[in-house]
């Protein structure tokens, strides 16, 4: 094994990995196998010239050198019929084998009639003599003359394929692959010829060696650029490892030549030793060496092989951080659209939402004359089926709705992007041409898809939320509707009364014969059934015209002074009423009208229910009761508790005592409790009931920052 075999040994590591690569991906796929035996023959190629390099004889350097003759007219024929399938096949009749046998007899059979004078040759490469090379000889034989212009007529056939078929494929990946992979070919070929055409003005075959060597090289890096760069096949899960693999192969082969030949000879040279144990050991030290910069290179391989979304992970998780929170969907759509504008350079991008009303995807810019995307149709279908970004040109156009085919011609539409969300199409966006006449590569579009999967889950989300809204909102609606049925008939039925009692009396006091005492007592009880229509009016409107909180800082000790002073004189039986103040509880911000007035109800209920178990209880006196007022505090919120020994509230009816008109009272309105409840809602607080018979307890907790 000698240095100047390191290039093929290099070339022939990666494109018999290539191959390898190409094959498994999908072996069923006439392309892959193809392909895979297209990379596989250049792989023989750099075999051969490894076997020539290394040869000690001169014998099986020339047999070497005839294989690679072989290898040489035969690579043409593989170019073709990789060209058919390559990277659709619109030629149905290939599939047959007679149509291969066909394409490959020519060459064999020219091949054929030049056995055994082979137009190849072995020259030494080095002064010693003990180095091979090979060359052509050009000669006008004529199997030699057909076999150079079947080789340059099967190129032409096959860059004529794959040119004349760019136009008839749909997306821009494959005419890009096609025009790189044809283009790539032509140059290759056309430089293959110039050197061998060139190499009688060599006057070393050292130099000849040099840009051959350089060709070699440039053919491995042609195929692993097509695979890497152009995606002509995406075998994500054997690519980074094999390559990986492939390239630490050649590294450890290149320190061999460089440095462990290098100690080799100078051991021999200088100190007369030679043993294969002690090469084995540089060896073996030398790849434990090694080791500790494979990950490296794996993760500087997968940076390369996906740089594009390293580039966008960034921007795309400072995104995904903001839709994280609900978004209003004018502001949702927004962000996606921004986001899509700027980092795929495109000129305009639009979003159709779906409409469960016209059950279509409609755009979502009101106003716009842009036709909606039928649910039905069969688009929708194959964006369902295939879940990922889809070009615009790999859609069966035929069996698009020709309004809405013509529409995004005009707009030259190039990606469709579903949004979907466990089979469920939620959102279309539609991505129209590049800024600058820039095609999407295929590292573009998995980040697309990858972007429309995450994306579905933030909008359907959204649209979770959205929904919930909409049924709080629907079940508020039917709350406050059955609520102003409650208080119609509440209003109804307090009304109602009075006003019969004063209709009664008013048609007695028409009759002439009512004695005076009569017609006094009459009066009087019109005099008090228009004082109980005015106090039901005067809740009434308490109720429904609780104004805005005005928030201010008082002192609560004047509060409970101004309470108890109106508490005890409307009181009439010396009920006790005492307060407790802790000092966080002194200074209160809230609204010291709305508080005093919903306190004074709380006590009015109290004294009430106080006076109610006197009534009832003969072993109880009203002197007896007891109204306890505390305030206190914490770091967040204020809490405020009325306590009383009446009659308490029978747990049937706690959950009705905040309704309008619920009353137990004889002469209540039942107004009073929804009165508090409503400014305990105005204060942006919170009132809960505790009560068994003896004892009740309102305590009320309001939040210290509004």
Not at 251 to 270: D, M, R
Not at 504 to 513: F, M, P, S, Y
Not at 558 to 573: A, P, V
Request: net charge neutral; hydrophobic share 45%; charged share 20%.
């Amino acid at each position: 094994m000698n240095p100047y075999s390191l290039p093929s040994i290099i070339s022939f590591t990666v494109n018999f990995s290539l191959a390898l690569i190409v094959l498994v991906d999908n072996t069923k796929s006439a392309l892959n196998r193809w392909f895979s035996a297209f990379i596989m023959i250049f792989a023989l190629w750099n075999i051969s010239e490894v076997v020539i390099l290394n040869s000690d004889s001169f014998t099986t350097a020339r047999i070497a050198a005839q294989i690679l003759y072989r290898i040489i007219f035969l690579a043409p024929a593989f170019f073709v019929v990789v060209a058919y399938h390559f990277p659709k096949n619109f030629h149905k009749h290939l599939t047959r084998p007679l149509y291969y046998v066909l394409i490959f007899s020519l060459p064999i059979i020219l091949l054929s009639m030049s056995f055994p004078e082979f137009q190849i040759e072995v020259i030494p490469l080095s002064k010693t003599h003990d180095v091979f090379y090979y060359q052509l000889k050009y000669s006008f034989s004529l199997p030699f003359v057909l076999l150079l212009i079947t080789a340059l007529g099967y190129m032409i056939w096959g860059d004529v394929l794959l040119i004349k078929k760019i136009p008839r494929l749909r997306t821009i990946r494959q005419k890009s692959q096609t025009r790189f992979f044809a283009v790539g070919m032509i140059i290759i070929f056309f430089v293959y010829i110039v050197l061998n055409l060139l190499r009688a003005i060599w006057a070393q075959a050292i130099s000849y060696y040099f840009v051959s060597t350089i060709l070699t090289l440039i053919i491995a890096a042609f195929f692993f650029i097509s695979i890497i760069q152009f995606k002509f096949f995406n075998p994500s899960r054997y690519l980074t490892g094999g390559i990986t693999y492939s390239i630490l192969s050649s590294i450890v082969l290149a320190i061999y030549f460089l440095v462990i030949k290098g100690i080799n000879e100078s051991l021999v040279t200088w100190l007369k030793i030679d043993s294969y144990v002690l090469d084995g050991l540089v060896i073996f030290a030398l790849v434990i060496l090694i080791r500790p910069f494979e990950h490296r290179l794996h993760e500087q391989l997968d940076r390369l092989i996906h740089r594009n979304i390293h580039q966008n992970r960034k921007t795309f998780l400072k995104l995904y951080r903001e839709l994280q929170t609900y978004l209003e969907p004018e502001e949702f759509f927004a962000k996606i659209k921004k986001y899509l504008t700027r980092h795929f350079n495109v000129e305009r991008v639009l979003i159709f939402n779906y409409d469960a009303q016209s059950l279509s995807f409609v755009e979502i810019e009101e106003g716009t004359s842009i036709p909606a995307i039928p649910a039905n149709c069969s688009l929708i279908s194959i964006l369902k089926s295939k879940k990922q970004a889809v070009e615009f040109y790999e859609l069966d156009h035929k069996k698009m709705i020709p309004k809405l085919g013509d529409f995004w011609e005009t707009i030259q539409a190039r990606v469709i992007l579903p949004l979907i969300y466990e089979d469920e199409l939620l959102a279309i966006c539609i991505l129209t041409r590049k800024k600058y006449g820039l095609d999407f590569s295929q590292d573009e579009l998995e980040i697309l898809s990858i972007f429309g999967s995450e994306i579905a889950g933030a909008l359907k989300r959204n649209r979770i939320i959205e929904d919930l809204r909409l049924k709080d909102h629907q079940n508020y609606q039917l709350e406050k509707l059955a609520t102003l049925g409650r208080l119609t008939a509440g209003i109804a039925h307090e009304i109602r009364n009075p006003l019969n009692t004063i209709s009664t009396a008013v048609e007695t006091l028409l009759k002439k014969d009512i004695p005076p005492k009569d017609q006094e007592e009459l009066k009087r009880f019109i005099m008090e059934e228009t004082a109980r229509l005015n106090r039901i009016l005067n809740d009434f409107l308490n109720l429904s015209r609780i104004r805005p909180a005005q928030i201010v800082a008082f002192d609560s000790e004047n509060l409970m002074e101004r309470l108890i002073l109106s508490l005890q004189s409307s009181d009439r039986h010396a009920i006790e009423i005492a307060t407790k103040i802790e000092p966080r509880g002194k200074i209160i911000r809230s609204d010291p009208d709305l508080l005093f007035q919903a306190l004074l109800n709380l006590g009015l209920n109290a004294i009430a229910a106080i006076v109610d178990r006197c009534k009832k209880e003969a072993d109880f006196n009203c002197k007896e009761g007891k109204i306890h007022f505390k305030i206190s505090a914490d770091t967040n919120h204020y809490y405020i508790t009325v306590q009383d020994n009446g009659i308490g509230i029978p747990d049937e009816i706690k959950d009705s005592v905040f309704d309008p008109f619920f009353t137990t009272k004889e002469e209540g309105t039942g107004l009073g409790l929804s009165i508090v409840h409503q400014i305990v809602d105005t204060l942006m607080g919170q009132i809960r009931l505790e009560s068994h018979y003896g004892y009740t307890e309102f305590a009320i907790t309001l939040p210290k920052k509004i």
